[in-house]
T-cell receptor, first 116, second 113 residues
Framework: DTEVTQTPKHLVMGMTNKKSLKCEQH?????MYWYKQKAKKPPELMFV???????INESVPSRFSPECPNSSLLNLHLHALQPEDSALYLC???????????????FGPGTRLTVL | AQSVTQLDSHVSVSEGTPVLLRCNYS??????LFWYVQHPNKGLQLLLK??????LVKGINGFEAEFKKSETSFHLTKPSAHMSDAAEYFC???????????FGAGTILRVKS
């Protein structure tokens, strides 16, 4: 299985809602990532998990809360978002740098988030 | 710090003609370089990667790229464009710690029938 899956595909939420995005991979990868992508821009890194521990937080606002329950799952909890948070949220995974030099990342299809 | 520059924001070709998407990189050491493709409202798919094993890298869907250290370039080519190649393409370098991808701004490829 060489696939990263993400649910839901689309999400519309109000600014007072709480929602979660889910990402799953079964490639045995030990590094997982969240990216935010605005239209006509490259993806921007938000968080990196390595061996289920948060290793990088790119100064993301606290209304985004990541969670890695196990080596196959990655969640992104959303609360009190702003309309400018509307974007495509991408999850990716890769072999951890300690075992793999080249570290290409495999991306999921993304969740299209709209904040009203 | 590592960086990549994609020299064209938009490229338009006719179906059946060659494709050339240009990328220059900056790195203080031998880099790991990638090309990703993104179709509209989709995730990113890895086309090919350079990892110093060979300077000419073959990828999926007939794409290939040549690593030229003297020119600090990693241009993506395809001999004959297909309508399904219309997408956005990102040239990417990995940072020195191996835990971050550094993206170029992207090149949108349009294929005319």
């Amino acid at each position: 299985d060489t696939e990263v899956t993400q649910t839901p595909k689309h999400l519309v939420m109000g600014m007072t809602n709480k929602k979660s995005l889910k990402c799953e991979q079964h490639m045995g990868h030990r590094a997982m990532y969240w990216y935010k992508q605005k239209a006509k821009k490259p993806p921007e890194l938000m968080f990196v998990y390595s061996y289920e521990k948060l290793s990088i937080n790119e100064s993301v606002p606290s209304r985004f809360s990541p969670e890695c329950p196990n080596s196959s799952l990655l969640n992104l909890h959303l609360h009190a978002l702003q309309p400018e948070d509307s974007a495509l949220y991408l999850c990716a995974s890769s072999q951890d740098k300690q075992r793999e030099v080249y570290n290409e990342q495999f991306f999921g299809p993304g969740t299209r988030l709209t904040v009203l | 710090a590592q960086s990549v520059t994609q020299l064209d924001s938009h490229v338009s070709v006719s179906e059946g003609t060659p494709v050339l998407l240009r990328c220059n990189y900056s790195s203080s050491y031998s880099p790991s370089l990638f090309w990703y493709v993104q179709h509209p409202n989709k995730g990113l798919q890895l086309l090919l990667k350079y990892t110093s094993a060979a300077t000419l890298v073959k990828g999926i869907n007939g794409f290939e790229a040549e690593f030229k250290k003297s020119e600090t370039s990693f241009h993506l080519t395809k001999p004959s464009a297909h309508m399904s190649d219309a997408a956005e393409y990102f040239c990417v370098v990995i940072n020195s710690y191996g835990n971050k991808l550094v993206f170029g701004a992207g090149t949108i490829l349009r294929v005319k029938s």
